[in-house]
């Protein structure tokens, strides 16, 4: 049994005796020597990892004006931060959009450029008070030029994640990135072998307090982050560090077509091999950890896993998925992790960074819980209209136009002899064959390409999909393609009315 | 070479590239074609020393003839090495190397712009081709 401490690790890192390992290297080191080996002759293992972190933001504070103001608002250009603190102190999130360039620029960018040196506008409003006189101020900050810059992130390292991938017939835009259709590619995240979490997965050395690297300078671990489901093996930090000393190699900001900014932080955990036990876990391997893939098109909280995956499958760059090969790639940089690992293995074996053990350690079970609701949520079912009226595909223009007259129904399902949906022609529709003077059957001037909803589908759902398509009305099918019912940007404007 | 058709709504529904083809015995690779209600849009491969010729007979029939030999600009200073990109490229232009550093060979370039929206540093972008 090998039993080493933090400070026997500390003292060997001052003299320069340490042996200092990345996370990638103690596997063959442990499948070498053993554990017990391994523990002996490695005193600190290096983890990194580099990739999209959207729960990440910084905390300022900007110094006082003259006369000052007690900020109500504030924005950095045009991203607005949160201040409902003190005057002028204020956090900005990473994913918090610009107001006039939407999805293009983020708190993100915002962090990015001050690291570049770049300056920034601020403008902050307030409704002023006696003791904070001002009501509207206007000025151009660098990092240099506020007082605090600390960068201070809820929720990063994720221990694991899922993969993604679409199974609808349209490309989906996520923050897994550009999903193709009919599961036409996989997306993952996370470092794998060099991942921090998963190299000491019972938190045994990394918890509260722990020293680390983060964005290119010395951070901390304030404690667990938020939505920490270490139960699952889904655990996560909240760490903090300070921006001024930061590098725009290890913090860059990212969009995502579709969804929005993000930012991505460079992180590395040193591990102090105190015993055996440490030992192993550090030498865990690609094909140790698995991840889900999960259909990312189902719009719930709860996808379906389509198959357990590994990350050595993953990086591989292909994986076989309902028996066909699809490519995967990666979110996050493996690259910059291993570069990461490296720095960090470096500082510590010139003597410039310390390891710690944590002053409180991170819970091991717990689970994220989903939210309670209780608005209720509303589905297709209780708002459709049933009394829905259909016509044949070889019923005549005519024909259509007198249901339409008679029933005041704008929108008539087309279904075929079997009942099953086929096209759906509208008021508008039988306008135009008017004005062009056909006045053929319905087949021939139908909508064929008709866009559909299910009855236990939530209504928010279908009013993003009526949105999205641009159409007015969905018709409700069963699993039989049969019309049961029809949904009208009507029947949702009158829930959100009766909602308020 | 690589071009790009495009074909506006009024003859989109004639088969001018059919018409193009059989006139002048050129063979047009077709690697991507997009057709809705306002365009047509089809880019394809051909020989260098026929151009001119498929150029002037489509040209003739009302489309819109450009070269596209400008494939996919890769800026690495804003590339981080993910490799988003390379799941999404229908022709593999993108791919990693053994020490996971990340490989373009852009004269495999379709010039589609998947990756161009796949990549969350706008490190790709298609210059010229809209």
Redesign the interface.
Known sequence: MVKKTIHEINAKIKDGSVNVVTAEEMVDIVAELGPEGAARDVDVVTTGT???MCSSGVWFNFGHSDPPIKMQKVWMNDVEAYTGVAAVDAFLGATQLSESLGMEYGGAHVMEDLIRGKSVDLHATSHGTDCYPRKVLDTTLTLDDVNQAIMVNPRNAYQTYNAATNGTKQTI?TYM??L?PRFG???YSGAGVLSPLSNDPDYRTIGTGSRIFLGGSQGYIVGQGTQHASAGKFGTLMVQGDMKKMSADYI?A????GYGT?L?VGMGIPIPVLDEHIAKAAAVTDADITTNILDYSVPSRDRPVLRKVTYAELKS?CIELNGKEV??????????A?KIAGELKDWIAKGDFFVTMPVENLPVDTSARPMKETEGVSFVSEIMSTSVVTIDKDASVYKAAKIIMETAFNHLPVVSRDNSLVGIVTAWDISKAVSQDKFDLVEDMMTRKVITAKADERVDVVARRLDLQGVSALPVLNNEDNVIGIITSDDISKLFARRR | MKIKINILPEIVTKPILAEAILETGVLLNVSQAHFDRSHGEVVADVPEEVFERIRSALVSKGAVVRRLDTPIEWNEDECVECSACISVCPTKVFSLDEDYSLLVDKSKCIQCGTCVEMCPHNALALINNK
Do not use: E, I
């Not at chain 1, 990212?254 to 077509?257: E, L």
């Not at chain 1, 995967?328 to 690259?335: Q, V």
């Open positions: 580099f990739g999209a835009h990135g550009s193709l590619n996989v997306t860059r990212a969009n995502f077509t993000s991505y760059g490519a995967a790639s990666s979110l996050s940089s493996f690259k910059k291993r």
